[in-house]
């Protein structure tokens, strides 16, 4: 069959034969055991429900045992012969190529180059899925191709629920993922329910189709890192010898290396997993693995002596990092963490002093202990980073739920008050003042063409439309814009791209319209291929998050999900092609909701209107949240924003004397 006739078969009439387990693909861990026997009956019948009868004698068994060996059933036997990357554009079937593009989108969020766990339809984040089964993304699949411009497909936390009759304005698909009732989202919720096959955690831009591989963080850690050596810099000094130390290179936290080369630094980022080290080494995100903690010593001393910019990767626990460079003396500059502590009992975090293939023994079997070691190890963690911040190493939460899983194993992180944290979020720090506050966020787009020459055409129109902006910017975001031109200039020499021909930079609402207006203008004129607009959900808008998004809106509704939901509804009637709302995100389940959009641009007409009217919405919804919590930048960003287009009208905070309190 045919690259297009295995799409259009959908879940096939007659049952592929069992694959082998394929040891050299890095795979999820196995999930604990969490069902009861009336559940895994219960998970069965759901999974079965996608076959037709005469299957379910010879997959109950098949099933059963993936249940029993992986936690969940991801039915690998269904898993697709052809190679999974993101076609041009025109190589897929179908009616309307707003769906064709939204499988291009999903192919490239399941490329071996781009996921995490591939076979078991994970994207990044140690459980941020596009679906639970490989049944659902046939059947997806199939449905997109068959999809008209009347039509809207609703995915139901990876299950397509169907096509539905709709409108061309409407958007073809609309994605949930999680969205639990509130007392049933903490972390053993999702194992459950997960394992019965009825809710995923669909990350951010995971289980919304918009994940564009380490490339999408690598341009916020390099702002990120420029800022914070900004906040630690005297006499105007850059990075050069000083070392940046954190942990994780799976699914996106590989971006921190190669955005600590962009910045200038050295950077040290701890790893325990030696498939994904070696895969992000091969990749190019890393410049050096080393093993051995005392020749990783020997290695930074002569890096910090030179002024090298070089990343390294250490295939151990950094814990081990942070306590033997405050014996050795090593003086550490900047220090984060990246690791899945969203996620700190299924893989997202690894005890010290376990190894890698024990510690996921542990997991399964042990699950107890093994939340015990790792709460032990974040105390230990804690420790070492105090030390170091003692003598004036400059540490920020990178809004991967350290600082809050840290708090709950009864570490040393509690500021004086017993309410805040000792350390602020990066959003507190850098990103919610210098960016978002301004409405600058993750704007990205992707060549569906899949021609390196059409991203070239796009990032040079980008750049231009940055710099003719930055001719008349307000002193406010000169700073915001210059980095991104600069960024914009140096994507290509940085080699950014894995998978689809993508791009990011953070822009505001009227850089994000005019970019998008001039791609849609140069489709018309033939010069380049449609594109797919998006963006990722840690935005403006996008996400209600207190630890991290939102977690400088200071008047006591940042535990609010307005916002978000908000931004999702009107995303929906404003133009965008899909949209998604998830419960999950980079911070834990229960503790975010975030939501997203795609669009694609065909150089139409009606294309312009609808990404005039969507982005201004998309991103001015956030501002004036952030405002209305009296944040000055917003202030200032929204009243520009009035000034622009008289049919906004926004509610402006008056300010309250402290004297009279």
């Known amino acids: 069959?045919?690259?297009?006739?295995?799409?259009?078969?959908?879940?096939?009439?007659?049952?592929?034969?069992?694959?082998?387990?394929?040891?050299?693909?890095?795979?999820?861990?196995?999930?604990?055991?969490?069902?009861?026997?009336?559940?895994k009956k219960l998970a069965l019948k759901n999974a079965l429900r996608y076959f037709e009868p005469e299957h379910h004698a010879e997959l109950i068994k098949e099933f059963s045992d993936e249940l029993e060996t992986y936690g969940r059933i991801y039915m690998y036997r269904l898993r697709p012969d052809y190679k999974m990357y993101a076609r041009p554009l025109s190589e897929y079937p179908g009616k309307s190529d707003q769906a064709k593009a939204i499988m291009l989108m999903i192919q490239n969020n399941l490329d071996y180059a781009v996921a995490q766990h591939p076979h078991e339809l994970i994207t990044y984040g140690g459980n941020g899925a596009v679906f639970s089964n490989w049944a659902q993304y046939r059947l997806t699949m199939k449905y997109l191709a068959e999809m008209t411009n009347e039509q809207t497909l609703v995915m139901y936390s990876g299950h397509p629920m169907g096509l539905f009759p709709s409108h061309a304005e409407a958007p073809r698909v609309v994605v949930t993922n999680g969205m639990m009732i509130p007392n049933y989202s903490k972390p053993d919720d999702w194992e459950r329910f997960n394992a019965l096959g009825v809710t995923q955690y669909g990350q951010m831009t995971a289980g919304s189709y918009m994940y564009?591989?380490?490339?999408?963080?690598?341009?916020?850690?390099?702002?990120?890192?420029?800022?914070?050596?900004?906040?630690?810099?005297?006499?105007?000094?850059?990075?050069?010898?000083?070392?940046?130390?954190?942990?994780?290179?799976?699914?996106?936290?590989?971006?921190?290396?190669?955005?600590?080369?962009?910045?200038?630094?050295?950077?040290?980022?701890?790893?325990?997993?030696?498939?994904?080290?070696?895969?992000?080494?091969?990749?190019?995100?890393?410049?050096?693995?080393?093993?051995?903690?005392?020749?990783?010593?020997?290695?930074?001393?002569?890096?910090?002596?030179?002024?090298?910019?070089?990343?390294?990767?250490?295939?151990?626990n950094v814990v081990d990092v942070w306590e033997r460079f405050y014996d050795e003396n090593i003086y550490i500059d900047l220090g984060s963490d990246q690791t899945s502590l969203h996620n700190p009992w299924a893989g997202g975090y690894y005890p010290a002093g376990i190894s890698f293939e024990d510690a996921n023994a542990m997991m399964a079997n042990e699950p107890v202990l093994f939340k015990e070691k790792v709460q032990e190890t974040l105390r230990r963690h804690a420790a070492a980073i105090n030390?170091?911040?003692?003598?004036?190493?400059?540490?920020?939460?990178?809004?991967?739920?350290?600082?809050?899983?840290?708090?709950?194993?009864?570490?040393?992180?509690?500021a004086p008050n017993g309410i805040d944290f000792r350390y602020p979020s990066y959003v507190q720090d850098i990103m919610g003042p210098m960016c978002f506050d301004y409405g600058f966020g993750p704007f990205r787009w992707v060549c569906t063409s899949g021609n390196p020459d059409d991203l070239a055409k796009t990032d040079a129109i980008a750049c231009q439309v940055l710099e003719e902006m930055m001719q008349t910017a307000p002193i406010e975001i000169q700073q915001q814009m210059a980095d991104n031109i600069r960024w914009i200039k140096g994507a290509q020499e940085n080699k950014l791209v894995v998978g689809s021909q993508a791009r990011i930079?953070?822009?505001d609402a009227e850089g994000r319209t005019k970019i998008a207006e001039a791609f849609?203008?140069?489709?018309?004129?033939?010069?380049?291929?449609?594109?797919?607009?998006?963006?990722?959900?840690?935005?403006?808008?996008?996400?209600?998050?207190?630890?991290?998004e939102t977690s400088n809106i200071y008047d006591g509704s940042r535990f609010t999900a307005d916002m978000a939901i908000h931004n999702v509804i009107g995303d929906s009637f404003r133009g965008a092609t899909w949209v998604s709302i998830h419960n999950g995100g980079g911070v834990g389940w229960g503790e975010v909701i975030n939501g997203g959009f795609g669009m694609v641009l065909d150089g139409t007409k009606e294309a312009s209107k609808r990404l005039e009217s969507m982005l201004f919405w998309d991103v001015n919804n956030g501002i004036a949240r952030r405002s209305w919590a009296r944040n000055e930048g917003a202030v200032f960003a929204i009243k520009r924003a009035m000034e622009s287009q008289p049919l906004l009208k926004v509610t402006i905070p008056n300010l309250v004397d402290e004297s009279l309190f």
């Open 387 to 414: 030390k170091h911040t003692a003598k004036g190493t400059y540490f920020f939460d990178y809004g991967n739920a350290f600082l809050l899983e840290s708090s709950r194993a009864g570490a040393d992180v509690m």
């Open 520 to 548: 849609n203008q140069a489709i018309a004129r033939g010069e380049i291929g449609y594109v797919v607009l998006g963006r990722d959900h840690h935005d403006v808008s996008g996400t209600d998050s207190p630890y991290r």
């Open 1 to 39: 069959m045919t690259f297009q006739e295995q799409i259009l078969e959908g879940i096939p009439s007659v049952l592929p034969q069992p694959k082998p387990y394929e040891s050299t693909i890095n795979h999820a861990p196995k999930r604990k055991e969490i069902l009861t026997d009336d559940e």
């Open 505 to 507: 930079l953070y822009a």
């Open 212 to 316: 564009i591989g380490p490339q999408g963080i690598v341009h916020g850690t390099t702002i990120t890192v420029l800022n914070a050596g900004r906040k630690i810099a005297k006499n105007g000094e850059d990075l050069a010898g000083k070392v940046f130390v954190t942990s994780g290179l799976g699914g996106m936290s590989g971006a921190q290396p190669k955005a600590g080369n962009i910045a200038g630094c050295i950077t040290v980022c701890a790893e325990v997993n030696p498939k994904i080290t070696h895969i992000r080494h091969s990749q190019g995100w890393i410049n050096e693995v080393i093993e051995n903690i005392d020749e990783l010593i020997l290695r930074v001393r002569k890096a910090q002596q030179n002024k090298e910019v070089v990343s390294i990767a250490y295939l151990g």
